[in-house]
């Protein structure tokens, strides 16, 4: 049972540049998040999702985008990276209990 | 402002003793406080996860305690460890939403 896998583990950008953290679950949940995690800083939350086709903003989102088209797919996208964009990314799934955390994508903006 | 704030930011002690790790929050109306372990490199992994008419659940050589009157939760551990050395975030849940809202943790250090 794989659970929340996310792809890449690391990844160096440059300032302006763009790229997709892929996030798949393979529990069927409905629910699926993207979180960064700054040194020093409780988790914040980027975009949520209740299902497929629909996506709603968290409490940091800009630069961000995202989309569901399947229920085990939840990719996050960056269009025009910035070094604010440095941050440890969590996609976590969840039932009607609990959260399920992704190994998490480590990105370096330089 | 619905915040969540642990303490200490750090803890280092020697395997085989105690400690607790404590939580504050003002977070209302409550829901649900959860306990996770999160070892470096990876995601958190959920410990416990309390509502507000339990006060205390226990996982292992972990016990969870919360007190909804003073908004006071702690993480004790038992018998401590190496593998015990991880960050330790407590999470609580505002009721009617599904978003969470993260301490910024308890780095724990066990060492032999």
């Known amino acids: 049972n794989a659970g929340v896998t996310q792809t890449p583990k690391f990844r160096i950008l440059k300032i302006g540049q763009s790229m997709t953290l892929q996030c798949t679950q393979d529990?069927?949940?409905?629910?699926m998040y993207w979180y960064r995690q700054d040194p020093g800083m409780g988790l914040k939350l980027i975009y949520y999702?209740?299902?497929?086709?629909?996506?709603d903003k968290g409490e940091v989102p800009n630069g961000y985008n995202v989309s569901r088209s399947t229920t085990e797919d939840f990719p996050l996208r960056l269009e025009l990276a910035a070094p604010s964009q440095t941050s440890v990314y969590f996609c976590?799934?969840?039932?009607?209990?609990?959260?399920?955390f992704g190994p998490g994508t480590r990105l370096t903006v330089t | 402002k619905n915040q969540v704030e642990q303490s200490p930011q750090s803890l280092i002690i020697l395997e085989g003793k105690n400690c607790t790790l404590q939580?504050?929050?003002?977070?209302?109306?409550?829901?649900?406080l959860r306990w996770y372990k999160q070892d470096t490199g990876r995601g958190p992994v959920s410990l416990t996860i309390?509502?507000?008419?339990?006060n205390t659940k226990s996982n292992g050589r972990y016990t969870a305690t919360l007190d909804a009157d003073t908004k006071q939760s702690s993480l004790h551990i038992t018998a401590s460890q190496l593998s015990d050395s991880a960050s330790y975030i407590c999470?609580?849940?505002?009721?009617?939403?599904?978003?969470?809202?993260f301490g910024t943790g308890t780095r724990l250090q066990v060492f032999p």
């Open positions: 976590a799934s969840r039932d009607s209990y609990e959260q399920y």
């Open positions: 529990m069927n949940h409905n629910y």
């Open positions: 999702s209740v299902g497929a086709g629909i996506t």
């Open positions: 939580c504050n929050y003002t977070v209302s109306p409550f829901s649900n």
């Open positions: 309390m509502t507000f008419s339990e």
């Open positions: 999470v609580v849940s505002a009721y009617g939403t599904d978003k969470l809202i």
